[in-house]
């Protein structure tokens, strides 16, 4: 139907009037249209969506590419939204049980697999049903391309005879077939699940429509059958031609299409709808003009302005860097102050690429942190950015978003928005984020969009840049303005798997600790000014004239404007690496101390929560419980101690969630060895009543 979601319900209204002509008893029949289901609970819907796509990767994906009549290398980007979707309506529904086609087969056992991975106790019952053989030789089912490859609920009598009398009906085996070759592709694959050596469509049509219902019978030849079997081996015998089996065949299809074909002559819904249904066949699927481009208008429904500097925040991690936070206040104020800047948290992209394991809590931790270090970079600047999270957005208008999110799928390939740094074996849910930004783009209708360089915002980029010039002509397509920061990174390193937590400085670090000792382990080779990480963090925070104090018999103080200045020195050795270290953890310290001391307090690294009625609530002069996660960063945490101390009993189990390896390691230490002296004079018991669970 090309898409078109009005002509997709006739279609639909169609097949109900179809079932109730062929005797179909709906007294406890319920009809739920999808688009409107989902739209009433997108917040249930969506996010459970999102779940089962950041669990599966490309490649397991693909082999449910049979449910779409697609080749696994022709796939569409939205075509990969189909079974994770089709997947997610199985719990969504709370289906017990899945009545499908064989060719659902894959799909329905997704569902199984994401109750392994999501820890569902009660999996979905998998009913997997025959599929007919297309009425054309090699068609393991009907071609939608091919009105004649099978028999249709309206065809008229002269349309069975005519397809029934030219189709495919061998009569010898066909024993050589190699049924167990890989075949390489999933959607080449067989869709039967009993092995057929004959793969006769007309003898298929007899033994699973006509001799279906129970007490059916087959008469050929003057004779009447009322079990599978002996036709078969009479066809095969030679008792009964191909011409006696096709005229049989027509002549029971033509009994039991004849009250549906009176339904839709005698009623007059019905007759509307089929004379729509043969409409649709003559133009063909056309793919839908659409009058008004659907998407998200968030300027419509008065959350922001349209034309504004759109800027993403970064996928959330274990631990925030400032290389991330600056790089986007730069994006940030790469605006001017020309038009109104958004600031969007893409929290449930972060949920779709399982970023801090899709937990809602620790990603909006994270950006509670990441907010509160650009507030310190630039207080100023942050004042007048519009900070949106993307879940919010969505849920204005969860259709019309989604549906632009399935529309860019549809224009491009699979092979287009995986880009060059995509394989298989990546989580798709990294595809439905690139589909996502787009859609958040075209919501936002800003006039320009801030960015950085790496290759994944490149080829997001690109994307939105190629959809805005194919297909939305309705939109200005906004100015991309990339903003490139030196790297902040510490050290040099050959391999992503060496870096360390002295890599490079991270928000939460706790400046009495990380502020110089950092520093202190900073490559910074003598003359070496290609990579000189002290230079470019001096330059990046410190003030417009920096001056290194030293003494008289070292060349005395020094005050540099401009960085080739400082590089000029450093590389001739009139500034000595000492010298220069120093003045950069001068800098650096009162930088990293920002965070600390700006409100909001980031709540990230370490929460207490394990069972509701005993959670312990830490967090800035804290001491009530509560059935919620808090958050609080490390170098809170002593001032919490005493706290701490005076509100755990026996047995009370703290649950903390580090995601830098053995950062604080000394914290936890310096912990229990607090913690014991109160609990063991509340109980006799030993230390050992205390659970504490510690990931470093």
Not at 54 to 66: A, E, G, S
Request: charged share 25%; with cysteine.
């Amino acid at each position: 139907m090309g898409g078109d979601l009005e002509k997709i319900k006739i279609v639909g209204k169609y097949l109900i009037e179809v079932w109730k002509a062929a005797g179909m008893n709906l007294e406890h029949v319920v009809f739920k249209w999808a688009s409107e289901e989902i739209t009433n609970k997108a917040d249930i819907y969506w996010p459970t969506m999102l779940d089962v796509a950041r669990r599966f990767n490309i490649t397991r994906i693909k082999k449910c590419c049979q449910i779409m009549g697609r080749l696994e290398g022709s796939l569409t980007s939205a075509q990969v939204l189909y079974p994770l979707m089709q997947c997610t309506d199985v719990f969504f529904l709370k289906a017990d049980i899945c009545q499908l086609g064989v060719d659902q087969r894959k799909v329905n056992m997704l569902a199984r697999e994401y109750c392994d991975a999501a820890k569902i106790k009660n999996k979905p019952i998998i009913l997997s049903h025959h599929m007919l053989y297309g009425l054309k030789a090699g068609q393991e089912k009907m071609s939608k391309s091919d009105p004649d490859s099978a028999v249709f609920m309206e065809d008229t009598s002269e349309d069975v005879e005519r397809k029934i009398l030219a189709a495919y009906c061998p009569n010898k085996e066909d024993i050589d077939e190699e049924e167990s070759k890989d075949i390489g592709d999933a959607g080449k694959e067989s869709m039967h699940l009993t092995k057929d050596t004959l793969k006769n469509p007309c003898l298929d049509y007899i033994q699973n429509i006509i001799l279906c219902p129970p007490g059916s019978t087959f008469t050929v030849n003057g004779v009447t059958y009322d079990t599978f079997g002996p036709i078969r081996a009479d066809f095969l015998a030679g008792k009964i031609t191909e011409e006696q089996l096709k005229k049989g065949l027509v002549q029971e299809l033509n009994n039991l299409l004849q009250p549906v074909r009176d339904h839709f002559t005698n009623d007059e819904n019905a007759k509307s709808l089929l004379e729509q249904m043969r409409q649709f066949k003559r133009e063909g699927n056309t793919k839908v003009v659409e009058k008004t481009i659907r998407r998200l208008n968030l300027a419509s429904h008065g959350k922001i302005k349209s034309g504004c500097h759109a800027v993403f925040a970064p996928l959330p991690s274990g631990n925030p860097s400032l290389e991330e936070a600056l790089s986007t206040m730069k994006s940030l104020k790469s605006n001017e102050g020309r038009n109104e800047t958004v600031l969007l948290l893409p929290d449930w992209t972060a949920r779709v690429c399982n970023k801090c394991d899709a937990d809602a809590k620790t990603i909006d931790a994270f950006y509670s942190v990441f907010l509160t270090a650009l507030k310190a970079l630039d207080a100023d600047a942050m004042k007048n950015v519009i900070v949106m999270k993307q879940s919010e957005a969505i849920l204005t208008d969860p259709s019309n978003y989604w549906i632009s999110v399935i529309n860019a799928g549809r224009h491009f390939s699979l092979d287009d928005v995986m880009g060059s740094n995509m394989q298989d074996s990546d989580g798709v849910g990294i595809v439905i984020g690139r589909l996502m930004k787009i859609a958040d783009v075209m919501g936002l209708d800003p006039a320009s969009v801030g960015s950085g360089s790496s290759i994944d915002e490149n080829i997001e980029m690109g994307l939105i840049g190629r959809y805005f010039d194919e297909k939305l002509e309705g939109l200005t397509k906004p100015v991309f303005s990339v903003s490139k920061i030196p790297s902040l990174a510490l050290q040099v390193i050959e391999d992503e798997s060496h870096k360390t937590e002295n890599y490079e400085y991270f928000i939460l670090d706790d400046p009495k600790v990380n502020g110089k000792s950092k520093m202190k382990k900073a490559f910074c080779e003598p003359g070496n000014i290609d990579i000189c990480p002290p230079i470019v963090l001096s330059i990046a925070f410190g003030a417009a004239d920096i001056e290194i104090k030293r003494s008289p018999e070292n060349g005395g103080d020094v005050v540099y404007k401009k960085q080739v200045d400082m590089e000029t020195d450093f590389k001739s050795g009139a500034l000595h690496p000492g010298d220069l270290k120093a003045k950069a953890s001068a800098i650096m310290l009162p930088t990293t101390t920002s965070f600390v001391t700006i409100e909001p307090i980031p709540h990230f690294e370490m929460m207490a929560e394990t069972d509701p009625q005993r959670t312990l609530a830490i967090g800035k002069g804290s001491t009530q419980g509560t059935d919620n996660a808090i958050y609080t960063s490390k170098y809170n945490l002593l001032n919490f101690l005493p706290v701490v101390s005076e509100r755990l009993s026996p047995k009370t189990c703290v649950s903390v969630v580090n995601s830098s390896q053995q950062r604080i390691l000394h914290y936890y230490i310096f912990l229990l060895v607090i913690l014991i002296i109160p609990i063991t004079r509340q109980s006799k018991s030993s230390f050992a009543e205390m659970v504490i669970f510690t990931f470093c």
